[in-house]
């Protein structure tokens, strides 16, 4: 059986890079690092662990998908993902995620992921810009205040209002 691999686009970010340590400690996938910065994402790579490693990929250019031939998911962070190439990735068997929360991106990405006629992976959408931050922020309270009963029930009511 072949090694997975996972790649993060926007993954030497703050939420890419846990995103990465928490598939590192859970898992044995590989885990590629993307971004345009190739020297960055290979700082960052080096700061999770053995099984991952930085890519210098731009997505908006015309080899971005040969250059992801072979991941097994691509979480994509930024909106930055050209329509074309998620249904590309979709189409070729690589499951895509991505995590906008903006109406015409994500309409546009699923208008083009719909319009493949036999893709061999899945797509989701909406994975969670706003719950998913709102989380974040509410496991750092807990974390740094585990007595302050008041600061969590005002993250639990921001996150309510996110995912109305």
Do not use: K, W
């Not at 960055?40 to 998908?65: I, P």
């Not at 995620?97 to 036999?118: F, H, K, W």
């Not at 309270?141 to 996150?159: A, E, F, K, Y």
């Amino acid at each position: 059986m072949r090694t997975q691999t996972i790649c993060i686009l926007g993954g030497y970010g703050d939420v890419g890079l846990r995103v990465a340590r928490l598939l590192h400690s859970r898992s044995d996938v590989r885990i590629l690092l993307a971004g345009r910065d190739g020297a960055e994402a290979q700082r960052a790579a080096s700061s999770v662990g053995a099984r991952c490693e930085g890519l210098t990929l731009d997505v908006r250019s015309s080899n971005a998908a040969a250059q992801l031939r072979g991941v097994s998911v691509c979480i994509s962070l930024t909106e930055a993902v050209p329509p074309a190439l998620a249904a590309a990735l979709v189409a070729s068997g690589t499951a895509f995620i991505d995590s906008s929360a903006s109406p015409d991106y994500v309409n546009a990405l699923r208008s083009a992921i719909e319009a493949v006629e036999a893709p061999r992976a899945c797509a989701v959408l909406e994975a969670g810009l706003a719950p998913g931050l709102t989380n974040l922020m509410a496991a750092a309270l807990c974390r740094d205040h585990p007595r302050d009963r008041h600061r969590r029930q005002l993250i639990v009511r921001i996150h309510a209002f996110h995912c109305q």
